[in-house]
């Protein structure tokens, strides 16, 4: 079973600033992809940036872009120039390309605040 | 865009009633998915669906049915309300083919109250 955890339940930003959200998976997996998700207080969840496993160069999605580290199964994410629409629930998730279809494993979420 | 619609964004039910919750994509999406989301736990899986009338349990089943009749509409059933199903209710589809890192896409939620 894959396992996804996220151990920073809540953190803060100054606006402009940068700030990484640590994520840790555990699979027997070989080929499988990460996600980072974003849900704002108005809750729709929406996909902020996608790294495939077999894939060595780190994503990069305008001010966010992702530390993968296959090795050690990490995968944070690095928000650049804060932004006060970035305040969100962050959720990282892990998925695997087995029986036809993927499920997704999440993360219990950190909770981003951006401060003017 | 993916446009996921959930019928209801506040439901207030009582204990025992029998509940149904309304998904309906319009991008003909094969997979659709049922997640609760709670404070500290994050997101779980309740059920998902490969296909029309096809259903798989997901991490936290009990309680909870499905129904799949048409390809856009993925419906939630709470046979007997409990309080303990007070929740966020999540639905989300997605394509499958052969691109595996297709992502999920998410409607807006309805946050369920079982009094």
């Known amino acids: 079973a894959q396992t996804v955890t996220q151990s920073q339940p809540e953190m803060s930003v100054q606006e402009a600033e940068t700030v990484t959200l640590s994520c840790t998976y555990d699979t027997s997996e070989n080929n499988y992809y990460l996600f980072w998700y974003k849900q704002p207080p108005s809750r729709q969840m929406i996909l902020v940036i996608r790294?495939?496993?077999?894939?060595?160069q780190n994503a990069t999605e305008n001010r966010f872009s992702v530390n993968f580290q296959k090795a050690a199964k990490s995968f944070s994410l690095k928000i650049s120039d804060s932004q006060l629409g970035d305040t969100a629930m962050y959720f990282c998730a892990f998925a695997y390309s087995g029986a036809g279809s993927y499920q997704l494993t999440f993360g219990k979420g950190t909770k981003l605040s951006v401060i003017p | 865009d993916v446009k996921v619609t959930q019928s209801s964004r506040y439901l207030v039910k009582r204990t025992g009633e029998k509940v149904f919750l309304e998904c309906v994509q319009d991008?003909?999406?094969?997979?659709m998915f049922w997640y609760r989301q709670d404070p500290g736990l994050g997101l779980r899986l309740i059920y998902f669906?490969?296909?029309?009338?096809?259903?798989e349990k997901g991490d936290i089943p009990e309680g909870y049915s499905v129904s799949r009749e048409k390809k856009e509409r993925f419906s939630l059933i709470l046979e007997s309300a409990s309080t303990n199903q007070t929740s966020m209710y999540l639905c989300?589809?997605?394509?499958?083919?052969?691109?595996?890192?297709?992502?999920?896409?998410f409607g807006d939620g309805t946050r369920l109250s079982i009094l």
């Open positions: 669906s490969y296909d029309v009338k096809m259903k």
């Open positions: 989300a589809s997605k394509y499958t083919g052969e691109v595996f890192n297709q992502p999920q896409h």
């Open positions: 991008m003909d999406h094969e997979n």
């Open positions: 790294q495939e496993a077999y894939k060595q």
